[in-house]
C-alpha cells in the first residue's frame, strides 16, 4: 500500500502505530477527521492474516466512525483502533494498559470503546491509564456494553424503514430473518419477539441458535439459507460485505436493517438494492446506538438520557430516506451525502479563531 497516497485521498489526519515488545501490544490507531470534534471509536482485536490487512481495517474502520458520528448528529469526528492478536489467547493485563497509556499520549484526540474482540473487561484496564476510553463498567459510573442499546437503536431502526415499505411501523405479525445471534442480535430478538415478530435465525454457533429457539420460538436455518428465506425483513447482524453479487439476487426480503457493519460489499450493491426496490437502511445510521450511548459517558452517563437519545436513530432511518426518495438516490448515497454536509457545514462554521473553545471534552470538568 502506498500509504500517505491512500492517506491523502481520503484525507486521514494521523495513524499511529503502537508497539511494546513485552506484553505483545501491536496496535494501530487511525484518526480519520476531528473537524465535529474528538475522535471516538472502538477497538478492534483480531488475527489479521498480515500487517497490511489489519492497517487497512483501521483506516476503513475509523473513516466509518466519522461517517457514524457524523450522521448520528454527535459532536465527535472518527477514529478506530485494531490490536494484531488473537483476542481468545493473546490477551493480557499489561498490552491493554500499554495500549492504554499510548491513547493518553494522543491528549484526547482518539477516545476508545468495545468493538469486536474487546469486552468491558478490556476497557478497564485502558481506563487505569487513560481517561479516553468509555464503555468501561457500570461501577465507574459508566454505560457497560453497548450491544443492548445498539439492538435497541437497530430495533427503532428497522420501524422507520418499516413504515416506508409496509405503510406502518408496527413490525407485529411481520417475520424478520436475523444472521448471526450474537452480543447484538439476542437483543434485537428479544425486542422484536416482544412485538410479535415471527423470527427466522442462524449462527454458526449452535448454542446462539439454539438460545433464540428456547426463548423466542425461532425458527432455525442453516448459515448459507437465511438470505433466500421467505421474511419481510432480513437482518444483517454478523459479518460485513454480506450483500453482494451472489445474496442480492436471492433476497426476497423487502427491508434490509441489521447491526453488522460494512454490509455493502461495494458501493454498486447500494445501487442494486436500490434497483431492486429494497429498502436498506444503511448500516452507520441504523448501528449507531452503540456510540451514541458510549458517547453519553463524556457529559456524566446518564442512561434515561441516553436511551432517549438513540430513539433519534428512528428519526434519522426515516430522514435518509427522504433524502434519498427526494432526489432519487439509493440510501447508503442519501446517508454518505448527510454525513458529508453536516461535516462541510461545521468544518466552515467552526474555521474562526477562537481562543480556549468550548468542545465536548471541556464539558467533562
Ligand atoms: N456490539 C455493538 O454494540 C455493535 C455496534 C455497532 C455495530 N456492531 C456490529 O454488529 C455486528 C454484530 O456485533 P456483535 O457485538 O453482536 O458481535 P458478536 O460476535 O457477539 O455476534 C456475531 C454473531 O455472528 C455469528 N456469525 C459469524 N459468522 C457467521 C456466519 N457466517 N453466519 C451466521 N452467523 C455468523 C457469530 O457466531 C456471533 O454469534 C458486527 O458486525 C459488529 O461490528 C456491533
Ligand atoms: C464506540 C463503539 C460502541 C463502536 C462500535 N463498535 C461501532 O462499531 O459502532
Not at 500499554?98 to 474487546?118: C, H, K, M, P
Not at 491509564?129 to 427503532?156: K, L, M
Request: hydrophobic residues 40%; aromatic residues 8%; charged residues 25%.
Amino acid at each position: 500500500m502506498e500509504m500517505f497516497q491512500y492517506l491523502e485521498k481520503y484525507d486521514y489526519e494521523q495513524v499511529v502505530f503502537c508497539q511494546d515488545k513485552q506484553s505483545g501490544l501491536k496496535a494501530i490507531i487511525a484518526i480519520h477527521d476531528t473537524t465535529l470534534g474528538p475522535a471516538l471509536g472502538g477497538t478492534r482485536m483480531w488475527m489479521y492474516p498480515s500487517e497490511e490487512d489489519a492497517i487497512e481495517d483501521a483506516l476503513r474502520l475509523a473513516r466509518g466512525m466519522t461517517y457514524k458520528n457524523a450522521a448520528a448528529g454527535l459532536n465527535l469526528g472518527g477514529g478506530k483502533a485494531v490490536i494484531i492478536g488473537n483476542p481468545h489467547t493473546d490477551k493480557n493485563e499489561a498490552m491493554f494498559r500499554a495500549f492504554g497509556r499510548y491513547i493518553q499520549s494522543l491528549n484526547g484526540r482518539y477516545i476508545t470503546a468495545e468493538d469486536v474482540g474487546t469486552t468491558v473487561e478490556d476497557m478497564d484496564l485502558i481506563h487505569e491509564e487513560t481517561d479516553y476510553v468509555t464503555g468501561i463498567s457500570p461501577a465507574f459510573g459508566s454505560s457497560g456494553n453497548p450491544s443492548p442499546v445498539t439492538a435497541y437503536g437497530v430495533y427503532r431502526g428497522m420501524k422507520a424503514a418499516a413504515k416506508e415499505a409496509f405503510g406502518t411501523d408496527s413490525l407485529a405479525g411481520k417475520t424478520v430473518a436475523v444472521q448471526g445471534v450474537g452480543n447484538v442480535a439476542y437483543h434485537l430478538c428479544r425486542h422484536l419477539h416482544e412485538e410479535g415478530v415471527r423470527l427466522i435465525v442462524t449462527d454458526i454457533q449452535q448454542a446462539a441458535v439454539q438460545r433464540a429457539v428456547n426463548e423466542f420460538g425461532a425458527k432455525a436455518v442453516k448459515p448459507a439459507e437465511i438470505y433466500s428465506v421467505d421474511c419481510d425483513i432480513y437482518a444483517p447482524c454478523a459479518l460485513g460485505a454480506v450483500l453482494n453479487d451472489e445474496t442480492i439476487p436471492t433476497i426476497k426480503a423487502k427491508v434490509i436493517a441489521g447491526s453488522a457493519n460494512n454490509q455493502l460489499k461495494n458501493s454498486l450493491h447500494g445501487e442494486q438494492l436500490h434497483e431492486k426496490g429494497i429498502i436498506y437502511a444503511p448500516d452507520y445510521v441504523i448501528n449507531a446506538g452503540g456510540v451514541i450511548n458510549v458517547a453519553d459517558e463524556l457529559i456524566g452517563y446518564n442512561r434515561d438520557r441516553a436511551l432517549k437519545k438513540v430513539e433519534s436513530v428512528y428519526d434519522n432511518i426515516a430522514k435518509v430516506i427522504e433524502i434519498a426518495k427526494r432526489d432519487n438516490i439509493p440510501t447508503y448515497k442519501a446517508a454518505n451525502r448527510m454525513a458529508e454536509e453536516r461535516i462541510a457545514r461545521m468544518r466552515y462554521s467552526r474555521s474562526q479563531f477562537v481562543q480556549n473553545e468550548k468542545h465536548i471534552l471541556n464539558r467533562r470538568k
